[in-house]
């Protein structure tokens, strides 16, 4: 019978059979005379339970059941429908707006504009790497939105004066032989726009692209992570030659 509303061959069984008795049942009587199994008969009742169409209650040990009155039922299943159709009615449709186009752009003064207009759109993280003389003409903005409880952590190669707590320094070896010109930035783990040098000029990429993001981000906290341990470490790592020039060849 409730099959018609929406419920489960198990679940309207038990409710025939309960509506059918006179007085309260407990579950082993429910599964003779239901056919439900008796593997299924607790979960059965307790989403009814759960659905407001069953009462329970305990006689000793043992625990009984038994069904709302049927009008009471008929209410609250009309009630229910109603308030399905209700929101329904007032629900609106919309496909999720996902951006993956990845966007090129040149010139070492357009990426900072576009720097600048990005961290100004944060609303929860910013996450920044890239060499200090670039990443101080951020610095003023990048402390603003921290005052605004926005999280704002930065991997600075060479020295960066801040206030701010979440702030890795690198101080390049002078034998490093991979430190290219660049920049990450990615806000709200939403956007990303990462720029590098190629042959003397400036070209970047600026994406909402989730798996592009989310690649950058893990490859930001690669980089802080080798920065904290090789500072932390950087006496006992230096002295292995093996591991120095590995970690010269790193590029952070």
Known sequence: MLQKFGFTSY????FEVLTASESPLDAATIVKHSQVPKSKVYEVLNRMIDKGLLLSSFEGKKKLYSAL???TTIEKLTADFQANVKELKNHEYKLPQVDDRVWTIKNESAIASLAEEIV???KRSIYVSGWSDGLNALLPILEKKHDEQVKVEVLSIGEMNSVMGDMHILLPDEKHDALERHQIIIIDEEELLFAGVEDGEWHGINTKSNPLVKFFTDFFYHD????EI????EQTLLQDEEIRNILMKLRY
Request: charge should be positive; hydrophobic fraction near 35%; avoid cysteine.
């Open 69 to 71: 009155p049927l009008e």
């Open 224 to 227: 802080v992570a080798l920065t």
């Open 230 to 233: 090789t500072k932390k470490y």
């Open 11 to 14: 679940e309207s069984q038990v």
């Open 120 to 122: 100004s759109k944060a």
